[in-house]
């Protein structure tokens, strides 16, 4: 389902998210950045200040989120990137880095929980994709108050995932964490590596399964007793990624509603 599909009710509010202390005109690049959470974290992150460079397999996706971007007066812009692709990560760098010196970077690309490619191709874009986009990310942006959020998952790290999803998903999104807290000792905070375990978000991969039986049953459970809305989520990626979270590196922070608690 395309993101324009998505009516009101299945956003969030838009937070004002001036006051973290980011500097005006830095670069994030936020991957999967076409619809859902990487959407919402690139209209947050222009309305902190950021430029934002926009990477999505999709084109189209990409100039979607582009305009919306330069709509908040941010400067965009969009890259159609294949993350799981060396070649094509490389070559984006040469574009991303006319709009400036990348400080920040997003991984949030991944293949859907419930896609049906053998379970070590899955893995190997899951995984694999973050750590080439954070490899060739720090050979180019300026290491000091550098920072990143790796996006992981409650399945994996919180609870073993259930029927609904492949079982690459919670095998990958564990090892997206362990990965992140390599980052996080490896580099003593130039960068700072961080992650966040997004629970049931309403996205444009979820809302045809949100009339699903098991959805309303697993909302019930949340003790919030509501799904959570991709703006949510972009809220939370970019407090760790600001100056406000300088002395945060190396954490797991679970965005769910108390999902995992209950």
Same mark, same amino acid.
């Given at each position: 389902?395309?993101?324009?599909?998505?009516?009101?009710?299945?956003?969030? +509010?838009?937070?004002?998210?001036?006051?973290?202390?980011? =500097?005006?005109? &830095?670069?994030?690049?936020v991957t999967g950045a076409g619809s859902g959470?990487?959407?919402?974290?690139?209209?947050?992150?222009?309305?902190?200040?950021?430029?934002?460079?926009?990477? &999505?397999?999709? #084109?189209?996706?990409?100039?979607?989120?582009?305009?919306?971007?330069?709509?908040?007066?941010?400067?965009?812009?969009?890259?159609?990137?294949?993350?799981?692709?060396?070649? #094509?990560?490389?070559?984006?760098?040469?574009?991303?880095?006319?709009?400036?010196?990348?400080?920040?970077? /997003?991984?949030?690309?991944?293949?859907?929980?419930?896609?049906?490619?053998?379970?070590?191709? $899955?893995?190997?874009?899951?995984?694999?994709? !973050?750590?080439? !986009?954070?490899?060739?990310?720090?050979?180019?942006?300026?290491? #000091?108050?550098? #920072?990143?959020?790796?996006?992981?998952?409650?399945?994996? $790290?919180?609870?073993?995932?259930?029927?609904?999803?492949?079982?690459?998903?919670?095998?990958?999104?564990?090892?997206? /964490?362990?990965?992140?807290?390599?980052?996080? =000792?490896?580099?003593?905070?130039? +960068?700072?590596?961080?992650?966040?375990? +997004?629970?049931?978000?309403?996205?444009?991969?979820?809302?045809?399964?949100?009339?699903?039986?098991?959805?309303?049953?697993?909302a019930a459970r949340i003790p919030m007793g509501?799904?959570?809305?991709?703006?949510?989520?972009?809220?939370?990626?970019?407090?760790?990624?600001?100056?406000?979270?300088?002395?945060?590196?190396? !954490?797991?922070?679970? !965005?769910?509603?108390?999902?995992?608690?209950?």
């Amino acid at each position: 389902m395309a993101e324009a599909a998505l009516d009101q009710k299945h956003h969030g +509010p838009l937070y004002d998210m001036s006051g973290l202390g980011f =500097t005006a005109g &830095d670069v994030v690049v936020v991957t999967g950045a076409g619809s859902g959470i990487g959407k919402a974290t690139a209209l947050a992150a222009a309305r902190s200040g950021l430029s934002v460079a926009i990477w &999505d397999i999709c #084109a189209e996706a990409c100039r979607a989120t582009k305009l919306e971007v330069e709509g908040t007066g941010a400067k965009a812009l969009a890259l159609t990137v294949d993350v799981s692709d060396d070649s #094509a990560v490389a070559g984006a760098w040469d574009s991303t880095l006319q709009l400036g010196a990348c400080r920040y970077l /997003v991984n949030n690309a991944g293949p859907a929980s419930n896609s049906a490619a053998p379970f070590n191709d $899955n893995l190997a874009i899951s995984v694999g994709s !973050v750590h080439r !986009v954070t490899t060739s990310w720090i050979e180019h942006c300026p290491t #000091a108050a550098a #920072a990143l959020v790796n996006i992981s998952s409650i399945a994996g $790290n919180f609870q073993g995932g259930g029927q609904a999803i492949q079982p690459f998903y919670p095998a990958s999104k564990a090892a997206i /964490v362990g990965y992140t807290r390599y980052l996080a =000792t490896r580099y003593r905070g130039a +960068p700072r590596a961080n992650a966040v375990a +997004p629970g049931l978000i309403i996205t444009p991969r979820t809302i045809p399964f949100l009339d699903v039986p098991v959805i309303a049953e697993t909302a019930a459970r949340i003790p919030m007793g509501r799904l959570g809305y991709p703006e949510e989520i972009a809220g939370a990626i970019l407090f760790l990624l600001s100056p406000a979270a300088s002395y945060v590196n190396g !954490v797991l922070l679970p !965005v769910d509603g108390a999902w995992a608690l209950a």
